[in-house]
């Protein structure tokens, strides 16, 4: 049973579409992320969500919107996507008193052509 | 503003081997340190992690060693195997609400067999 899963897991689409990532985590942690990993691997927090409440919004184009209908759910909305907006974005839940390090889902690799 | 600095960015290993890598970062406040491993189409996960009341915690083969005065904290994988070769991130956080995880560069490690 998977603990962080995340949908798709390859994404390619045009430039100027609007996708959505989705993210579901199992392990009953009140905080889940979105981070960004580009081409030379590096990761960069995007969004914090704790219990539902964004916490965490990084220097984020306002084309990134990310919602949390509950606390094991946390989605990626992007719209007008760029070529620019090309990496691999994943999803990660914990970070709370007990668990400070994050548990990762596998990625979602988002190619705008 | 980097804020955690990691070393080398890539690693060649004999078999039975240590590999050694490092990382250095600014901020004082700082007081969680994880090692994260990733593996090709994989999302990074927790390999061990410190906290700065200890100089050394060992999991294994794997080893954290910390240098508060130095700012610096440093992996050990004794015995490498090739199964270890990887992407290893060092990160750091302050714990507490939102415990955002500031990421290292990355270092590949290959270990030859």
């Known amino acids: 049973d998977t603990a962080v899963s995340q949908t798709p897991k390859y994404l390619v689409t045009q430039m100027g579409n609007d996708k959505s990532i989705k993210c579901e985590q199992n392990l009953g942690h009140d905080t889940m992320y979105w981070y960004k990993q580009d081409s030379k691997k590096f990761l960069k927090i995007m969004f914090s969500?704790?219990?539902?409440?964004?916490?965490i919004n990084e220097t984020v184009p306002n084309r990134f919107s990310p919602k949390s209908p509950d606390k094991a759910h946390l989605n990626l909305h992007i719209n007008s996507l760029e070529l620019g907006d090309s990496a691999v974005y994943f999803c990660?839940?914990?970070?709370?008193?007990?668990?400070?390090?994050?548990?990762f889902g596998s990625g979602t690799r988002l190619t705008v052509v | 503003q980097q804020q955690v600095k990691q070393s080398p960015q890539s690693l060649i290993v004999q078999k039975g081997g240590i590999s050694i890598i490092n990382c250095a970062y600014e901020?004082?406040?700082?007081?969680?340190f994880p090692w994260y491993q990733q593996f090709p189409g994989k999302g990074p996960a927790l390999l061990i992690a410190i906290r700065p009341d200890v100089s050394e915690k060992k999991e294994g083969r794997f080893t954290i060693s910390f240098n508060k005065s130095a700012k610096q904290f440093s992996l050990h994988i004794m015995d490498s195997q090739p199964g270890d070769s990887a992407t290893y991130f060092c990160a750091a956080s302050i714990v507490g609400y939102g415990n955002k995880l500031v990421f290292g560069a990355g270092t590949i490690l290959r270990v030859k067999s």
């Open positions: 901020n004082t406040a700082f007081d969680y």
């Open positions: 969500y704790n219990n539902k409440e964004l916490i």
């Open positions: 990660a839940s914990g970070g709370s008193p007990g668990h400070y390090g994050y548990t």
